[in-house]
């Protein structure tokens, strides 16, 4: 044990002699420990980001959305009209249903005096805000006469309004979307990030007026609704598929999710879809970034083999004096492992101070990112390094073990 | 393996030592049935062209290497066929080398180089022990230099204080002076003697008259064999008056 110490204070010793040398022979497993500390602080962030936008909905809202398959998640280009405005309107009736609420999304450029700005508007209907888990701020919600009136009123998300109107009183305010005046009826409490999109800077109009004055299309993005209490949840999304598969004609015995041309998910269904898709990123980049561990570990082999090499004399001079193979083995796993941990501790403070940096900047788009480091993630950075040192340690390590001490003193 | 003590016993008895190298079908014969007996305290220098086999004698003497034939006896034990572990611990515990070439770690300082054969075994008082050697080689003024600032004479006396840590039985030279001033060479010489005044068995390898002259005894080689031996007459000898330690 003692022996140990001594070889470690021996390998710190020449590790600090020799700084360039040694942080060059370091820079492969710096640089993929820092990686790997990246990516898994960002995949949990991500993670972290996805629970709480599955928690800001209810747990019994299910959507319907266009396109056939299994998963939730954007659908394809040539599905995106398969949901009809009318099978919104059919599925209000739906008895187990509550809250049903259409979602249209569109582009459009709003003015207020000289000040424009682009933005997303939401088509929907008084329901739209409760489906969300939502409310009003300040002023009122859509009501039915709005949307059987096609009026021209909107609700705001806070940071519109904030930068339209800075410290002036927002309600009764007109606005420009397209052209068209609107009057803000009231601005929504704050939503945060959900899915990667800033709801706060959203507005939404009655879906009739959507229609009729700035997007007319007989489609829907998707439908909202929240199952009624005491309905069992998949229960409702069978019968919501069979309805819907009936109104478009669909014949699917076999329920294959593949003839249909739309889905119907559950609020969990689409969580777990992004977390799918966080975590297949998160382990694809741990996977370049073990690469990049394994190439900087064939590095510190490669130096260690030369080192041994340099070193022969000093090989034969400690086995003259005692050394047996396994003290030089010893030796020269332990100048490995040391190698290999201090790189790792770099490569751990350099990854945890680029993780906060990146969380920073994420913290600009996505504000209710966070930022995150597991106990778990940096134990397995270290125990990592180690283990490249162990293992690619060996084949110098052997080699000078092997060193005939007489050969090795005869080299002058 | 029996306690030290300065006595008529043998402290290495060879008998009909042979070693052949093999490389691919060529045998290289390099020791070809040689005898030879050291008693225990005795100074002896081994003398031979290049090419005669005294290294390798050396080499086998000091458990560096094994013998192909022959028995190998050292304090009364048969040592031809210890394993290598074995060899490491006997030189470990009972070997001390000086080399021509010095051989001191470049970057560890005079003390540490000293210490170094300390890491292979159980000490706790080695930098006591490390002081003590530098101080009987006349070095305990440089314990912290580099052995890049000592001069040649010093190098070798550095070397000559870490064989010494051990307290072996036996401390083996190779050439020690062949790369020293003869001033320096002097002074090595005459550490030697003191060394084995106190009771150390010294084996001397080299091919210079002058520096054998320093023995007791000197062996010849050639090819492979003990060509002849004398008791050196009209031994050099330092000890009386000479201060050159000082």
Known sequence: MNRIIKFVRIAFVSLTENKTQAFLTMLGIIIGIAAVIMVLSIGRGAEKLILSSVESFGNRSIFVQPGGGEQGGPPSPTAIDKVKYRDYLAMQDLDYLEDVAPILVYSVAITYGSQNQNTRVVGSNEYYLSALNSGVDEGRNISQNDLDLSRRVVLMGYKVADDLFADRDPIGQKIKINGKTFEVIGIMEEQGTRFFQDFDKRIVIPITTMRTQIFGVDYVMSVLANVKEGYPIEEAIDQTRFFIRKRHSIYNPQDDPLKDDFRVVSQVDAAQTFQGIADVLTYSLVVVAAISLLVGGIGIMNIMYVSVTERTREIGLRKAVGATAKDVMLQFLIEAIVITFVAGFIGISTGVGMSFLISLILTEFVDSWEFIITLESVLAAFFVSVSIGMIFGVYPARKASRMDPIEALRLE | ?246
Do not use: C, W
């Open chain 2, 1 to 246: 393996m029996a306690t030290k003590k300065k006595s008529e016993e043998h402290i290495i008895e060879i008998n009909n030592l042979k070693k052949t190298y093999y490389t691919g079908d060529v045998e290289t014969p390099v020791l070809r049935g040689l005898d030879l007996k050291v008693k225990d305290g005795e100074f002896i220098a081994i003398m031979g062209p290049s090419g005669s086999g005294k290294s390798t004698l050396m080499h086998i003497m000091g458990f560096l290497d094994k013998p192909t034939g022959g028995s190998y006896h050292f304090e009364g034990v048969d040592v031809s066929e210890l394993s290598d572990d074995d060899l490491a611990l006997v030189r470990r515990e009972r070997i001390g080398f000086v080399f021509q070439a010095f051989f001191l770690l470049p970057r560890a300082t005079v003390i540490e180089n000293v210490m170094l054969p300390l890491l292979y075994q159980k000490h706790s008082h080695g930098h006591d022990m490390a002081k003590k050697a530098l101080d009987s080689v006349g070095l305990s003024h440089r314990l912290d230099y580099l052995p890049t600032s000592l001069s040649g004479g010093e190098k070798q006396r550095t070397a000559i204080a870490r064989a010494l840590i051990n307290a072996p039985s036996v401390i083996f030279a190779d050439e020690p002076t062949g790369n020293l001033d003869s001033k320096s060479g002097k002074q090595v010489m005459n550490i030697f003697q003191k060394l084995n005044e106190k009771g150390h068995t010294i084996i001397l390898v080299t091919h210079e008259k002058t520096t054998a002259q320093h023995a007791e005894r000197i062996i010849h080689i050639r090819d492979g064999l003990i060509e002849s031996e004398e008791k050196v007459k009209g031994r050099i000898n330092y000890s009386d008056g000479d201060e050159l330690l000082k």
